[in-house]
T-cell receptor, first 118, second 117 residues
Framework: AQTVTQSQPEMSVQEAETVTLSCTYD???????LFWYKQPPSRQMILVIR??????QNATENRFSVNFQKAAKSFSLKISDSQLGDAAMYFC?????FGGGATNKLIFGTGTLLAVQP | NAGVTQTPKFQVLKTGQSMTLQCAQD?????MSWYRQDPGMGLRLIHY???????DQGEVPNGYNVSRSTTEDFPLRLLSAAPSQTSVYFC????????????????FGPGTRLTVT
């Protein structure tokens, strides 16, 4: 079974600085997707960035980028130029690329609570 | 498009009471699912559906029932609420039960915070 581990329950960053959130995962599958979701105090789950395992190039979305190390099964999120609005719980998630039923589910880590200091 | 909607937003139940959490989507999505979120445990899959009339269990199904009579709706029923079911519940949907890629992203509802006393 696949697992996702986030070892940093809480992180803090100064406004305008850069912070990296860690995520490791375990799987025996060769093809899969990895995601970072943001959950602000409103509770809404917001997709921040996605990575397809077959792509070697790291995904980027504006100030958000990932460092995907497939062999090490590591998927960290870097937030550059941190803003007050980035304060939230961040979840790393895994989904199999093989379709059908339960394999379509997302497997989540336990989350990292990010505080942004002004 | 309203996306994925959930009602109610908040609910307090007494132990033993029953209730239904509603979930609806207007995107004609094939796949729908329910997750629960507990502190320190992330989100865990309760039940899912790959189409109208087809449901199956996820990781933590005990104490919950689901049905899928239409493509749009996927209600979650608590038959006899227990304090262990105090949680935040999320409904999610995606276009297909089998497709991969960007077109099959999962969309989440706003969540229901349930407290069982």
């Amino acid at each position: 079974a696949q697992t996702v581990t986030q070892s940093q329950p809480e992180m803090s960053v100064q406004e305008a600085e850069t912070v990296t959130l860690s995520c490791t995962y375990d799987t025996s599958e060769s093809d899969y997707y990895l995601f970072w979701y943001k959950q602000p105090p409103s509770r809404q789950m917001i997709l921040v960035i996605r990575q397809e395992a077959y792509k070697q190039q790291n995904a980027t979305e504006n100030r958000f980028s990932v460092n995907f190390q497939k062999a090490a099964k590591s998927f960290s999120l870097k937030i550059s130029d941190s803003q007050l609005g980035d304060a939230a719980m961040y979840f790393c998630a895994y989904r199999s690329a093989f379709g059908g039923g339960a394999t379509n589910k997302l497997i989540f880590g336990t989350g990292t609570l990010l505080a942004v200091q002004p | 498009n309203a996306g994925v909607t959930q009602t109610p937003k908040f609910q307090v139940l007494k132990t033993g009471q029953s209730m239904t959490l509603q979930c609806a989507q207007d995107m004609n999505h094939e796949y729908m699912s329910w997750y629960r979120q507990d502190p320190g445990m992330g989100l865990r899959l309760i039940h899912y559906s790959v189409g109208a009339g087809i449901t199956d269990q996820g990781e933590v199904p005990n104490g919950y029932n689901v049905s899928r009579s239409t493509t749009e709706d996927f209600p979650l029923r608590l038959l006899s609420a227990a304090p262990s079911q105090t949680s935040v519940y999320f409904c999610a949907s995606s276009y297909s039960a089998v497709a991969g890629g960007r077109t099959n992203e999962q969309y989440f509802g706003p969540g229901t915070r349930l407290t069982v006393t």
